[in-house]
């Protein structure tokens, strides 16, 4: 859907595909979209069912399509991009399924991070662990790389967590970042990991401490080649602040972090999202509620009160800084009423 600022109306909203994923989790992402100022185009990675499966087998098989416009979404073009060892038969199951797809456009180029479970040794082989892969295409023809931890030797030395959204972003240079949460071979230790493709390994942000973690998430953003990252990874102290729910991560180099407390807020658990300008760093959370930064240590809070929970939360910078958010409410102020989407724009 797209919004006409001559008119000041949104414009019918136009089918892109159909049989995405809608029931993989509330907090899940389904979908996601970006546009490349270097050529106009807009493109949405999401997730697609390519096979239901039939009982007693539980999971159908789903993939990473991304569609892309070149005419300011008058039109899309259509096309797959995980691979998979099997999509036709219901023993595959749920083998080789992919989630939580983040997309990303820059100099013409297509960046895709997704998770596929058993991608670990080769991306859509078998027998390994779960991990996050990367697609970067160039006029319709990818290449893949699967991030792994040289560390682990469990499970191919990958056991990125499927259940939490991956961090995807390009930096200033047009090199691409990727944050993910890799989970213990045993125990409760969750570790945010940074990982840059062509690198053998993960870089670790911070770790949970040994608290249990089911659905936490992360946003990266660059300012420059600097990476930032808010995440919401509970560890049960951070500073003065006690079970806390986000994070900013920051580091100059991509190897050596600092992570401070993102202040406690109520409602402020569901997604987050990160943004930058010009040293200035924006976070827009679940509630919604933004939060601001400057010098990575002390933050500004703003409460936008347009509603109680939201389950997806997504925003941009414009040029000037000015802020416009997104949110999927899930409670309305008005408690009476079903949830909705919310588009604010700042003043």
């Known amino acids: 859907q797209r919004w006409d600022d001559c008119k000041g109306e949104w414009i019918a909203p ?12 509330t907090y899940s992402r389904i979908m996601s979209i970006a546009t490349d100022a270097s050529d106009g185009r807009i493109a949405i990675a999401y997730l697609k069912v390519v096979h239901l499966v039939s009982p007693p087998n539980q999971n159908d098989t789903t993939a990473i399509y991304v569609a892309t416009s070149t005419d300011d979404a008058a039109t899309f073009t259509t096309a797959k991009i995980s691979k998979h060892a099997s999509e036709t038969t219901d023993a595959e199951g749920d083998s080789n399924n992919t989630a939580q797809p983040a997309i990303a456009l820059a100099g013409g180029k297509t960046y895709v991070a997704y998770f596929q479970d058993q991608s670990a040794c080769n991306t859509g082989g078998t027998g390994c662990g779960g991990g996050a892969v990367l697609a970067t295409g160039t006029g319709g023809t990818y290449a893949y790389e699967s991030a792994k931890d040289s560390s682990n030797t469990d499970h191919g030395g990958n056991l990125v967590a499927r259940s939490m959204p991956l961090g995807l972003a390009i930096d200033s240079a047009g090199k691409p970042g990727v944050v993910v949460h890799v989970e213990p071979a045993a125990a409760y230790n969750t570790t945010l990991a940074y990982w840059r493709p062509g690198d053998a390994t993960y870089v670790k942000i911070r770790d949970s401490k040994n608290h249990q973690n089911d659905d936490g998430a992360a946003s990266l953003v660059y300012d420059g080649i600097k ?3 808010v995440s919401r990874l509970q560890e049960g102290t951070l500073g ?3 079970d806390y729910a986000l994070a900013l991560s920051s580091s100059n180099d991509g190897i050596t972090w600092t992570t401070v407390a993102v202040p406690k807020t109520d409602n402020v658990q569901n997604t987050e999202k990160i943004l930058a300008n010009a040293g200035k760093i924006t976070i827009v959370a679940g509630g919604p509620h933004v939060f601001t930064t400057s010098d ?3 933050f500004t809070t703003s409460d936008l009160g347009l509603a109680q929970t939201s389950a997806q939360t997504n925003g941009i910078l414009a040029a000037d800084g000015k802020l416009t958010v997104v949110i999927e409410g899930t409670s309305p102020v008005d408690s009476s009423q079903v949830g909705g989407v919310v588009y604010y724009r700042e003043p």
């Open 14 to 25: 136009q089918k892109v595909d159909d049989n995405v994923r809608s029931d993989i989790g």
């Open 227 to 229: 990476p930032r990252v």
């Open 240 to 242: 003065s602040v006690t």
């Open 296 to 298: 990575l240590v002390a």
